[in-house]
């Protein structure tokens, strides 16, 4: 069974710019979160699709926005890019339906660099 | 508001002792608790999980904790081995929704 799919795995932007992560979840996950990984913050949600909806939100500005597609794709966008938005943006599937209990599958992450 | 805290940021143990990595949480509504391993340049792995219904959960060599009164957890790893030594990171979630809250993590060197 393939794991989480996220490309690309290194991109290199510069302050201003906007970008797309993209991110495909295990087959039969519906649930796809996504995460930025800093030195200084450890791991911290950024937002969480469900069937096309998001559905939970972190503490992220509007730059940071998300969608996904009808086959749990999602993709992450990010506008006008800082300095401080370098990091590793890691995406996450679950199987998604009832309660929140279940385990969060990662992908092994987008390292963004911010010139 | 750090919801989760490991206050260890590093561990050092010998191979094939036992390493305990614990972790503080304070969100009451936590319900659901999990912890990852992360080696550098990988994305997190899964390894062990529990519900606020249990206490203990075990699977092979790992073995979580859960200390409700105390908003405390803790990973028993025994024996540890070298290929143990990455990030581990605990991570909390309540109220039927899907965020987790992690920790910073814990750097666990087990040393041959």
């Known amino acids: 069974k393939a794991g989480v799919t996220q490309t690309p795995r290194y991109l290199i932007k510069t302050r201003g710019q906007q970008v797309t992560l993209s991110c495909s979840p295990i087959?039969?996950?519906?649930?796809v979160s996504w995460y930025q990984q800093t030195p200084g913050q450890g791991l911290q949600f950024l937002f969480e699709?469900?069937?096309?909806?998001?559905?939970n939100k972190g503490n992220f500005p509007g730059r940071f926005s998300g969608r996904q597609f009808s086959n749990s794709r999602s993709e992450m966008n990010v506008s006008t890019l800082e300095l401080g938005d370098s990091a590793l943006y890691l995406c996450a599937s679950s199987l998604g339906g009832g309660r929140g209990n279940q385990p969060q599958h990662f992908g092994d992450g987008t390292r963004l660099s911010i010139l | 508001d750090q919801q989760v805290k490991q206050n260890s940021p590093s561990l050092s143990v010998q191979e094939g002792r036992i390493s305990i990595l614990n972790c503080d949480y304070t969100n009451s509504m936590f319900d659901y608790f999990l912890w990852y391993k992360k080696y550098p340049a990988e994305g997190p792995t899964f390894l062990i999980s529990i519900s606020s219904i249990k206490d203990k959960n075990e699977d092979g060599r790992f073995t979580v904790f859960l200390n409700k009164s105390a908003k405390h957890l803790s990973l028993h790893i025994v024996p540890s081995q070298p290929g143990d030594s990455a990030v581990y990171f605990c991570g909390g979630s309540g109220g039927s929704n899907y965020k987790l809250t992690f920790g910073k993590g814990t750097l666990l060197t087990v040393n041959p």
């Open positions: 699709y469900f069937s096309e909806t998001q559905r």
């Open positions: 087959s039969g996950h519906r649930s």
